[in-house]
């Protein structure tokens, strides 16, 4: 599944800014991109849930104990794949704040 972001086009442009692509990073810089993905994972998690959080699971193929107890871990997987394919930027804002940080330019 893939799944493009409006800032696709914006990563391309800085090949920097994918966690698959961090050859040529220091170590910290590779430390900050995997936080900021983290960062905007759990923020995309919480967004899920909330978005989840009033649909009933009783339906012809779905419901029951099971269902409720495994939809946060499909909603954990569905924000990773998509913080992992560009996700909606806040995983690039992060990421320049926290480098900016490091330099000490904030």
Same mark, same amino acid.
């Given at each position: 599944? @893939? +799944?493009? #972001?409006?800032?696709?086009?914006?990563? &391309?442009? !800085?090949?920097?800014? !994918?966690?698959?692509?961090? #050859?040529?990073?220091?170590?910290?810089?590779?430390?900050?991109?995997?936080?900021?993905? *983290? /960062?905007?994972?759990? /923020?995309? @998690?919480?967004?899920? *849930?909330?978005? /989840?959080?009033? %649909?009933? @699971?009783?339906?012809?193929?779905?419901?029951?104990?099971?269902? !409720? !107890? /495994?939809?946060?871990? %499909?909603?954990?997987?569905?924000?990773?794949?998509?913080?992992? #394919?560009?996700? +909606?930027? $806040?995983?690039?804002?992060?990421?320049? &704040? +926290? $480098?900016? +940080?490091?330099?000490?330019?904030?």
């Amino acid at each position: 599944m @893939t +799944i493009t #972001s409006p800032l696709t086009p914006v990563l &391309e442009k !800085q090949p920097e800014l !994918q966690t698959n692509n961090l #050859s040529g990073v220091t170590k910290s810089q590779k430390a900050a991109r995997q936080a900021a993905e *983290e /960062f905007e994972q759990n /923020f995309l @998690t919480t967004m899920l *849930e909330s978005m /989840f959080e009033g %649909l009933k @699971t009783d339906a012809p193929f779905g419901g029951g104990h099971a269902e !409720q !107890q /495994f939809r946060s871990v %499909l909603l954990g997987e569905y924000a990773k794949d998509m913080a992992k #394919s560009g996700g +909606i930027g $806040i995983a690039d804002e992060v990421y320049r &704040e +926290i $480098i900016a +940080i490091q330099e000490g330019k904030v």
